[in-house]
């Protein structure tokens, strides 16, 4: 399902593109500000991508057939809405093709596939200091969800939490 706008494609990735995922991956964390945080690596993500069951889905957006960027995301659920949604984890657009288009490009593409799969809404995080993605997706219709933060246990926190689990 390739979507054309110019000179510019949004296909699929598969297993070949994940040393690209990875270095997208890299890319968005240095440009975040937390590379250091980034423990991904080819062998995780082709496990956790591209098996039997994915925990995720990449598209890759091409701009004269080079690699220029890529969004990864995944099903939630909305129990208000009873419909599955979209959420998009990543959106990435190396710096040297920004300002072609691209941005929009993969977040219209993740959209319409979000209608097309019967999905109730589409949904993603922004770093609060990130005034021009804030700009960006406000411009495409996103209300900024002032009343939500986002909670998040990971790592040792994790592991005591579940250790917490008592079984009745």
Same mark, same amino acid.
């Given at each position: 399902m390739a979507h054309n706008m110019?000179?510019?494609?949004?296909?699929?990735?598969?297993?070949?593109?994940?040393?690209?995922?990875?270095k997208f991956i890299q890319g968005l964390a240095e440009y975040?500000?937390?590379?250091?945080?980034?423990v991904a690596t080819e062998q995780k993500l082709t496990e956790t991508l591209f098996s039997a069951q994915p925990a995720a889905e990449v598209v890759i957006a091409e701009y004269q057939g080079q690699p220029a960027g890529f969004?990864?995301?995944?099903?939630?659920?909305?129990t208000f809405l009873a419909k599955p949604g979209l959420y998009l984890e990543d959106l990435f657009v190396l710096p040297?093709?920004?300002g072609k288009g691209l941005g929009k490009l993969l977040l219209t593409y993740? @959209?319409?596939? =979000? /209608?097309d799969r019967g999905c109730g809404r589409f949904e993603w995080s922004?770093? %609060?200091?990130?005034?021009?993605?804030?700009?960006?997706?406000? @411009?495409?219709? =996103? /209300?900024?969800?002032?009343?939500?933060?986002?909670?998040?246990?990971?790592? %040792?926190?994790?592991?005591?939490?579940?250790?917490?689990?008592?079984p009745v």
């Open positions: 110019a000179q510019s494609t949004i296909r699929l990735a598969t297993v070949a593109d994940v040393p690209l995922i990875l975040e500000k937390l590379a250091h945080e980034v969004a990864l995301f995944f099903h939630n659920y909305s040297e093709y920004r993740l @959209a319409k596939l =979000a /209608v922004v770093l %609060d200091w990130n005034q021009p993605a804030i700009d960006f997706y406000q @411009a495409q219709g =996103a /209300v900024l969800m002032h009343d939500w933060r986002i909670n998040r246990v990971t790592g %040792d926190k994790l592991t005591a939490l579940a250790s917490q689990y008592q």
